[in-house]
């Protein structure tokens, strides 16, 4: 059977599954959204927010692109962000990176095709500012594992100077960001930090080793 064939099968397997567990399942969506978490990650197959955190229809708000960047000059992501933390009023905003991102190994190697290799150069400017100790790693592994982790770090910074963001830090809106990677090894999530409107951004250390 073709692969698309069996995309919509599997649609109508699991819109009759739900609704055989929970005949409102979904009718209670129809009529509008309140999703508490704004997810921002990677496009890669293997890192599904919403089954990874078991997400129900209406839980995450998500925009995903190759190697979770965020560019102040990104409409499609400003946009986003916007509707989600001044219209939808998300209070957590999450970036997550992961293992072995091949975005972030594409920026390590140069080189990628066009319009990809212009993509990445933000990727490559953490590349530039972190340099030092991506060196040190002996592995490449560890080399692409930890510029996943400061990429998180770097992208969330950028994150907490956006309009949308800055704006609802300065109305004193309830809102976090949180710098997390995921896994493939072993499905684990895990956290790297969090940015407040307290927080300073020029003394945001670099964060712990979580990807080893
Ligand atoms: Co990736």
């Not at 800055?166 to 940015?195: C, N, S």
């Not at 003394?203 to 979580?210: A, I």
């Amino acid at each position: 059977m073709k692969e698309i064939d069996q995309l919509m099968l599997a649609n109508r397997a699991w819109a009759a599954e739900m609704l055989a567990e929970n005949p409102d399942y979904f009718n209670r969506n129809v009529g509008a959204q309140k999703p508490v978490f704004l997810w921002i990650g990677c496009s890669d197959s293997r890192v599904a927010p919403d089954q990874m955190t078991q997400a129900v229809p209406g839980g995450l708000f998500v925009h995903r692109n190759i190697a979770n960047l965020v560019y102040p000059d990104d409409g499609n992501l400003m946009a986003v962000l916007h509707y989600a933390v001044h219209v939808l009023g998300v209070e957590n905003v999450v970036i997550c990176g992961h293992y072995g991102c091949g975005g972030v190994q594409a920026a390590l190697d140069g080189g990628a095709d066009q319009p990809i290799e212009d993509w990445l150069a933000h990727a490559r400017q953490v590349l530039d500012d972190h340099r030092d100790e991506i060196d040190a790693m002996p592995t490449p592994e560890e080399k692409v594992n930890r510029l996943v982790e400061v990429n998180v770090r770097d992208q969330l910074l950028h994150l907490a100077q956006t309009e949308p963001v800055k704006k609802a830090f300065e109305a004193d809106m309830p809102l976090t960001l949180h710098g997390w990677v995921y896994d493939l090894r072993d499905g684990h999530i895990k956290p790297l930090m969090r940015v407040t409107r307290d927080t300073v951004l020029a003394e945001v250390p670099r964060p712990e080793r979580v990807l080893v």
